[in-house]
């Protein structure tokens, strides 16, 4: 049960000027965040709602594909980046500290090292693989311009995880369980997200996708097959174990072209038909990488095989930004009014408006259907702030929950209240005790 | 579903010789924690379960008692900890840093300033007050010599709640609403905390009570009447929004005796009757502040009042530390053999032990078993390692779940499991369709 009038919900008027993208303004018109310095929010409750909600939906798909969750400092001893020989070469973008003791530590910006030193103090057998491990936590980048709000902070939240397996087919195998993963997410999410073909950059090794997403303001350019927009993506009901079935997935998902700007090669799109051929913007929400024995050789991370050799593991790694994610949701799903969220994702299922706080009628009314839409599972943000009904609309707009449910004088003589779609504008009258049935239909 | 043989829980055979107190050595042998420098740790897949099922009881608690969750950055701008006066006075054990544009940053100790600078860009009149924001996020403290696994790192869990009033009666009852908030939550994770006038230290203010859990290995002495150790805690049905009940309960959980060694004066002590004198070993895991305007006044948190004046507002602060109560939990729940875990904070329920693994019926019966268990709502670690059976009953007293569930085939060709409770090591046999009602039982 939540009242407008006691909950924290800052909604700016203004347009914010400092904010260049439509995710970023509508976060901060929404209060959803407030930027406390240059790429580092502050999440007030909106938006904490919603990012929790995106980090249900990860967190639910990497179980649901057998990987197990832990959760790593976000300081790290520097000394372990000089084993795998990562520490000089990073660069600026890490965050470097000392401690009281002038002992070197770190921000994480990811964990590898972290999670091959846990890997490799407990696990001694191929009998013990695979294992993929992740956590989803805040992660500090030093970008030298952050901007685009949450869509590229210096302290973001990312789900990261790391597979641990005896060979490189065993790790083509854990790379599709993730890939799969992946796809199921971003469509649980309400998105379209398309696997392209990756440079590995810092990371290393020599297999990688991204998963993008397409929107007008996207960051960068992308082109791809149109036939992504329709493919299919594996049920709930998918077998992880089933190594053929993965990669069948996988190869469906890979068989057309779709490249980003950097691996993109125009003589081989050209061989796209031109009906098919697509060039958007995209934006990033997820990366994942396959790079062998990159770390667990240095780090010494060695199993003893079937034959009693010891051997270094083969390792991947798996990335989804939330906090990213929460804008990219955005930016693929707004209108001049304000944020349209996905059910899956929204901050409450509906807006319940009432027009004549104080009226004794339409308080009543609007008491029994936050009860009735709770009892049905329902979230519910109750306006009963004393406010006249266009702010109340503009507000709902604006903040972007799938269905408003309104409560007026006028209607209520007749026994109807109001609801809208948000998504479509749609609007019907119905009897308040049909309400709960009507939105659960959907 | 969660098999053992595809889990990371990484068991210690040794006891680790660097931890100097029980909750420290089974944190380590039970594969729930792993030391990555010198106070920080990462939480692996048992402990974060325990972790999360502590957090789950203090967000639900300070739900019912109206706060509001939000979450701040864990590196915050050090020119907000100037304005309130605190940079230079904090100390060593903040951790400072640069970023790469030289701008001085620190990892957040605690939020007074960034909640009080989120509150005053928002926030202009009385009619918007109460509010109690709080967050559950990890902060740092650069400890001279952390100790004591989790119960003394750098890196810690924290709960911190701040509380905005008009004035300081509306702001006691902002103080009374945590504090029965604080009551139920230790209650509800299984232990008994009595609050203590404490020293309000760094935070300032005049008021402030430390929650005191009573245990051997506590670190400090602390002097209380044993009345305090019956008396009722609230139930669910109490109204936070009831001024004089809360005042009533506040008023008699502080009407007896009890002190840390701090506030401690011995010949107020000696007026307690000598048989309800209780001098004991304490651990603080929670800790309660009104300071009224310290932050407020330097900050400029103003509102505008009921006669149109700007006044500054009063606040409150409240921490637990998740982290640490996981440890303090173990050092008042353990025995001879292991970790046993309180219901609610349990890792998982049940501990299902095949105890010949390959063998048809004992298979067949095991799966059976945790099916019917996770129909009933009851979360299972299944022990399907091949292993011998000593092994297995060591390990799952070890790891504390509430409940034992032995298949073996003896007991099985007469169509009989064995359940033993954890806790009080009894033992019953049974039918295995009588299982999930056995258990929900209790």
């Known amino acids: 049960m939540m009242r407008l009038s006691r909950y924290f919900l800052p909604i700016l008027r203004e347009t914010p000027k400092e904010a260049e993208i439509v995710s970023h303004r509508l976060m901060l018109r929404a209060g959803m965040i407030r930027q406390e310095a240059a790429g580092i929010y502050a999440w007030l409750p909106l938006g904490l709602r919603v990012l929790?909600?995106?980090?249900?939906?990860?967190?639910?798909?990497?179980?649901?594909?057998?990987?197990?969750?832990?959760?790593?400092p976000t300081i790290q001893a520097a000394d372990l980046w000089r084993e795998s020989g990562r520490y000089e070469a990073y660069g600026k973008e890490m965050l470097r500290l000392k401690d009281r003791h002038e002992r070197e530590l770190l921000y994480g910006p990811t964990a590898e090292e972290v999670v091959t030193e846990i890997f490799r103090a407990s696990t001694r057998s191929y009998k013990d693989l695979p294992k993929n491990l992740y956590q989803i936590s805040w992660k500090f980048r030093d970008e030298v311009r952050p901007r685009f709000?949450?869509?590229?902070?210096?302290?973001?939240?990312?789900?990261?995880?790391?597979?641990?397996?005896?060979?490189?087919?065993?790790?083509?195998?854990?790379?599709?369980?993730?890939?799969?993963?992946?796809?199921?997410?971003?469509?649980?999410?309400?998105?379209?997200?398309?696997?392209?073909?990756?440079?590995?950059?810092?990371?290393?090794?020599?297999?990688?996708?991204?998963?993008?997403?397409?929107?007008?303001?996207?960051?960068?350019?992308?082109?791809?097959?149109?036939?992504?927009?329709?493919?299919?993506?594996?049920?709930?009901?998918?077998?992880?174990?089933?190594?053929?079935?993965l990669q069948g997935v996988v190869d469906a998902w890979t068989s057309h072209y779709a490249a980003t700007d950097e691996m993109h090669d125009e003589a081989v799109f050209a061989e796209v038909p031109e009906a098919s051929r697509l060039s958007a913007r995209g934006i990033e929400v997820g990366h994942i990488f396959y790079f062998g024995t990159k770390y667990?050789?240095?780090?010494k991370a060695v199993v003893t095989g079937p034959d009693?050799?010891?051997?270094?593991?083969?390792?991947?790694?798996?990335?989804?930004?939330?906090?990213?994610?929460?804008?990219?949701?955005?930016?693929?799903?707004?209108?001049?009014?304000?944020?349209?969220w996905p059910d899956a994702i929204a901050p409450f299922d509906v807006a319940l408006i009432n027009l004549k706080v104080g009226d004794g009628a339409c308080d009543t009314a609007c008491a029994e259907i936050q009860a009735a839409l709770e009892t049905a599972g329902l979230?519910?943000?109750?306006?009963?702030?004393?406010?006249?009904?266009?702010?109340?609309?503009?507000?709902?707009?604006?903040?972007?929950?799938?269905?408003?449910?309104?409560?007026?004088?006028?209607?209520l003589a007749e026994?109807?209240?109001?609801?809208?779609?948000?998504?479509?504008?749609?609007?019907?009258?119905?009897?308040?005790?049909?309400?709960?049935?009507?939105?659960?239909?959907?």
């Open 52 to 72: 929790n909600k995106v980090c249900d939906v990860v967190r639910a798909e990497q179980d649901r594909a057998g990987a197990i969750e832990i959760l790593m």
């Open 149 to 245: 709000g949450t869509m590229r902070s210096r302290e973001f939240l990312m789900k990261d995880g790391y597979s641990f397996d005896i060979d490189q087919a065993a790790a083509r195998h854990s790379y599709n369980k993730v890939f799969v993963s992946y796809l199921r997410t971003f469509e649980r999410l309400g998105l379209r997200a398309i696997p392209m073909r990756a440079d590995t950059g810092p990371i290393g090794g020599d297999l990688s996708h991204e998963f993008i997403i397409l929107a007008k303001t996207g960051e960068s350019e992308v082109f791809c097959d149109q036939a992504y927009l329709d493919m299919p993506v594996p049920p709930p009901s998918v077998d992880f174990d089933d190594v053929a079935g």
């Open 308 to 340: 009693g050799s010891e051997r270094p593991v083969h390792m991947g790694s798996y990335g989804i930004g939330p906090s990213r994610l929460v804008a990219a949701t955005i930016e693929a799903s707004h209108d001049e009014a304000g944020i349209i």
């Open 296 to 299: 667990s050789t240095p780090m």
């Open 379 to 411: 979230s519910v943000l109750y306006d009963d702030r004393d406010e006249r009904p266009g702010a109340k609309f503009a507000t709902a707009d604006l903040i972007g929950l799938p269905w408003q449910v309104i409560v007026g004088p006028k209607g």
């Open 415 to 442: 026994g109807k209240i109001e609801l809208k779609r948000r998504a479509s504008g749609e609007r019907e009258t119905l009897d308040p005790v049909d309400l709960p049935a009507r939105i659960r239909r959907l």
